[in-house]
């Protein structure tokens, strides 16, 4: 079977930016589900800049895709926060090179003047928390869409 394109949908790869809590709630409905491989976290402590391969539900198609009797399709995407000063994780084993993560949530938790916290909450327990000084991050679609590996929608969604 041939890849899914954008074309199919009669879309355009997501490139969505979030400047603040509300917009982050798109990002965050838009991630929801995804998985990525631990080997896929990216940390420049010079740069502030923390990034993730994500392989990410495309949630934006469902209702289409099962209107016209189609496979659901994951995509490979980046999911970048810029203006990080420092992460923490819990439950995750970076030297764990086999692990798979998924993504269960997005959140801002606001300090005093813009800045704050990004949780992303993984399933499993894990959470990895960015400490940012605003909030500053894209969702960028990097490949074709392709067919979801399960066949199945994720079993929740927001």
Do not use: C
């Amino acid at each position: 079977m041939a890849d899914a394109t954008f074309d199919d949908g009669r879309e355009a790869p997501l490139n969505l930016g979030a400047f603040g809590s509300e917009d982050l709630e798109i990002i965050a409905s838009l991630a929801q589900d995804a998985v990525f491989p631990v080997t896929e976290i990216s940390w420049r402590p010079a740069e502030r800049r923390f990034a993730l391969l994500l392989n990410r539900f495309r949630w934006e198609d469902k209702d289409a895709a099962e209107q016209r009797g189609r496979p659901y399709e994951r995509v490979q995407s980046v999911l970048v926060v810029d203006q990080v000063l420092s992460v923490a994780s819990q439950g995750v084993d970076r030297k764990d090179r086999d692990l798979i993560l998924s993504l269960l949530s997005l959140s801002f938790e606001p300090g005093s003047d813009g800045d704050g916290h990004i949780v992303l909450t993984l399933a499993g327990d894990g959470a990895i928390r960015l400490a940012v000084e605003a909030v500053e991050v894209t969702l960028r679609d990097v490949t074709r869409p392709y067919q979801a590996p399960s066949g199945q929608a994720p079993l929740h969604e927001t």
